[in-house]
């Protein structure tokens, strides 16, 4: 009797097995392989200007030209689109019209970071500062006393575009936002929390030598603003067109004695970004339009230019049904109706320090295999655009082909928090979408936490997905 409840059970419970166990070893080569080529995309774009231009290059080495460059399209051709250097749009041409829909993945190139005010530079007490403003949700008291690095762009009246990234290189300097010693924080630590570390608290440490003349004031503030002259050619007002982040300096690097982890800055959503990217380079000749997104502005609610509710999406689709001969007034909706779409994006894992956050039986857990979220949102599912179950139970078919592992699960505690993603832009749209990425546990430190195992997995999902 007992062997008899032993296969009922074994036939009718949900498995949710540890991914690493029964692997072979080739399979297991292959997963620290990609692990690696992931670290160095990650250590060489660390933000979303960096992403498109890291991922342009890998693309056009795999056969991918601009759209631009292209006359017309015909199935197996292999384009992108860059809006504003900051979001991404790539897809591999399907053999079916496009108005039976594309099979779309989209991550975000975005990561909470803290961006420069636009009149930055100052002086306090013979060291020069930098007034920041932090950039999408953030512990403030998590971005103190760590190395940073300086990237971005200042555009100069006449349209000279000057790249800085300063930190990354072994014999570049760094910058810290120094925090209060505990010798003298009696006070601070009387704070919140949240209040720990504030906003306007956030100064970046930049300089501390005189400009040589003492006949003057602010003498720190005039040799840091004059060797940005002598460096870049810029003055104090550039800064007013100006995009710099700093994001930590350190590299992402193995975690744990058995190198089974990745610990790093910004893998919410890069790590979505680099195994879609990853997948559509394997797509040859898919029946249904295979697209990639990598957007930016997810962490601050979608919106700009180059967020993903920018038309510039409709542009690239339209440009795609033109080149194509399938241009047709109702053609662009019709193709986003028939569409489906994984929003690729990571959800919490699993934090054993905090086990009250999490409801066990719905949480995502490390090297378990990818999220697979039918809705996000706060309190009531509120703001979520809850996938439709006969989309999830497709999705859980193409993963299952594949051997790919999967978790049902959602972000926390009911009414504990919540959040939410880029999907309902593309539901928005007339896709069906569902929420599936890498779960992530320290997710918007400066240092957060993925599986090997689930990096891979999403790659493998993804790739399948594009082909279904
Ligand atoms: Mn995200
Ligand atoms: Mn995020």
């Known amino acids: 009797m007992s062997n008899e409840g032993k296969a ?7 498995k949710n097995k540890n991914g690493w166990e029964k692997l072979s070893n080739e399979q297991l080569e292959e997963i620290f392989k990609f692990a690696d080529e992931y670290m160095y995309y990650l250590n060489s774009s660390k933000t979303e200007k960096e992403i498109v231009q890291n991922s342009k290059e890998i693309l056009r080495k795999n056969g991918f030209v601009d759209i631009e460059e292209k006359e017309e399209l015909k199935a197996g051709d292999r384009v992108f689109y860059s809006n504003h250097g900051r979001s991404l749009y790539v897809a591999v041409i399907g053999e079916e019209v496009l108005c039976k829909g594309l099979r779309v993945v989209a991550a975000h190139c975005d990561s909470p970071r803290i961006d420069l005010k636009q009149n930055p530079v100052y002086e306090d007490t013979e060291l020069a500062m930098f007034k920041t403003h932090y950039y999408g949700g ?3 008291y998590q971005w103190t006393n760590i190395p940073l690095s300086m990237h971005g762009i200042i555009v100069k009246e006449d349209g000279e575009k000057i790249e800085i990234s300063i930190g990354e290189k072994e014999e570049d300097p ?4 120094s925090d209060l010693l505990p010798h003298l924080a009696g006070e601070q630590m009387e ?8 906003g306007e608290e956030l100064n970046v440490l930049a300089g501390s030598i005189p400009y040589e003349d003492d006949t003057i004031s602010e003498r720190v503030k005039l040799n840091i603003l004059n060797l940005l002259n002598q460096k870049y050619g810029i003055t104090e007002a550039d800064f007013a067109s100006s995009e710099i982040e700093f994001v930590p300096a350190f590299k992402a690097k ?24 990853r997948g559509i380079l394997n797509i040859q000749n898919p029946k249904k339009t295979a697209v990639c997104v990598l957007t930016d502005k997810e962490e601050v609610g979608f919106n700009g230019v180059t967020g993903m509710y920018t038309m510039n999406f409709e542009d690239f689709v339209l440009e795609i049904l033109d080149k194509k001969g399938e241009s047709a007034p109702s053609s662009l909706q019709r193709t986003f109706s028939n569409s489906k779409a994984i929003s690729a994006d990571v959800d919490a894992a699993y934090n054993p320090n905090y ?27 509120s703001g ?44 928005n749209r007339g896709m069906e979408v569902v929420d599936s990425g890498v779960p992530v546990m320290g997710m918007h430190s400066p240092f957060e936490i993925t599986s090997k195992y689930d990096v891979y997995s999403a790659y493998k999902g993804y790739e399948a997905f594009y082909q279904s």
């Not at 982890?261 to 990217?277: P, S, W």
């Not at 086990?355 to 009531?380: D, I, M, Q």
């Not at 139970?393 to 505690?413: F, H, N, W």
């Open 174 to 177: 760094i910058f810290t936002i």
């Open 355 to 381: 086990p009250s956050a999490f409801e066990k039986n719905n949480t995502a857990y490390l090297g378990k295999g990818v999220t697979l979220v039918k809705y996000s949102g706060v309190r009531g599912k």
């Open 384 to 427: 979520s655009s809850e996938a439709p179950a006969e989309f999830v139970a497709e999705i859980r078919k193409i993963y299952d082909s594949v051997g790919t592992k999967y978790q049902p699960c959602e972000l926390g505690k009911v009414d504990k928090g919540g959040g939410g993603t880029i999907a309902l832009t593309l539901a």
């Open 254 to 277: 193995s975690l744990g004695l058995d190198y089974s982890m990745i610990g790093g800055y910004g893998q919410d959503d890069k790590v979505c970004c680099y195994t879609a990217l």
């Open 8 to 14: 009922l059970k074994e036939k009718l419970f949900h």
């Open 138 to 140: 953030i512990k403030k």
């Open 191 to 198: 704070r919140k929390l949240k209040d720990g570390v504030q």
